[in-house]
């Protein structure tokens, strides 16, 4: 079964700290990986999209960096801010003839002052 | 552009009763999707049409749950009847694609109808 793994769950930083989080999948083959950004009561917002001959994508203090050989992407955040509080998804795209998307269960980042 | 619009926001029923929910794609997307969220499975696809097509519904849980798209700026999720178990978040996105969605394209999410079915 196509499957895309997050860790971790959950992750408390300081403001200003960086951190990275962990995505793994099993979607093969592959077409593309994003990253959203889902605020509370929101619906989720792309960071970044990568196909898989790019290994890394920036979107100002975020970056993503996707392994295809391994099927691991990563999405750093450097200087947090308290507006990145959020749960950040990692997804990947269906091998199958449409733009339909596989969704990790996200991390829940918490940036605290 | 005022994004895709979603109503209602908050929906609260109970057991039994019939749930519409309303979702305006943005203007020119081609595609629209249907999605719900819970804290136990994340976010699942529901329902996806091109051109006012459904497309893929293997998602849809149940008989319970249909979907249309009259027209290429309106679509509605209904339940009927409607369970405790539906409780969740269900978000509408829609994509540019043209012929075929591109792999590529963005989907732009709407803010989510939550619902509530007590």
């Known amino acids: 079964k196509n499957q895309v793994e997050q860790s971790p769950q959950s992750l408390i930083i300081l403001e200003g700290k960086n951190c990275t989080l962990q995505?793994?999948?099993?979607?093969?083959?592959?077409?593309?990986l994003r990253w959203y950004k889902q605020d509370t009561g929101r619906g989720p917002v792309s960071l970044t999209i990568?196909?898989?001959?790019?290994n890394t994508k920036s979107n100002g203090r975020y970056t993503a960096t996707l392994d295809a050989d391994t099927k691991q992407s990563s999405l750093h955040i450097t200087a947090s801010q308290l507006s990145d509080s959020a749960s950040y998804i990692c997804?990947?795209?269906?091998?199958?003839?449409?733009?339909?998307?596989?969704f990790g269960a996200g991390t829940r980042l918490a940036v605290h002052p | 552009d005022a994004g895709v619009i979603q109503s209602p926001r908050h929906e609260v029923t109970e057991m039994g009763q019939e749930v519409t929910l309303r979702c305006k794609p943005i203007?020119?997307?081609?595609?629209l999707f249907w999605y719900r969220q819970t804290m136990m499975r994340g976010l699942e696809l529901l329902i996806y049409?091109?051109?006012?097509?459904?497309?893929?519904d293997s998602g849809m849980p149940e008989d319970r749950f249909s979907a249309k798209m009259p027209n290429a700026s309106f679509s509605t999720l209904k339940i009927q009847p409607s369970e405790p178990r539906d409780s969740a978040v269900y978000f509408c996105?829609?994509?540019?694609?043209?012929?075929?969605?591109?792999?590529?394209?963005?989907?732009?999410f709407g803010p989510g109808t939550r619902l509530t079915v007590l």
């Open positions: 996105a829609s994509s540019p694609s043209s012929r075929g969605p591109s792999r590529r394209d963005e989907q732009f």
């Open positions: 995505c793994n999948y099993t979607v093969s083959p592959f077409s593309n």
């Open positions: 990568m196909t898989f001959s790019e």
């Open positions: 997804v990947v795209s269906d091998p199958g003839g449409y733009n339909k998307l596989i």
């Open positions: 203007s020119g997307h081609n595609s």
């Open positions: 049409f091109n051109n006012n097509v459904p497309i893929d």
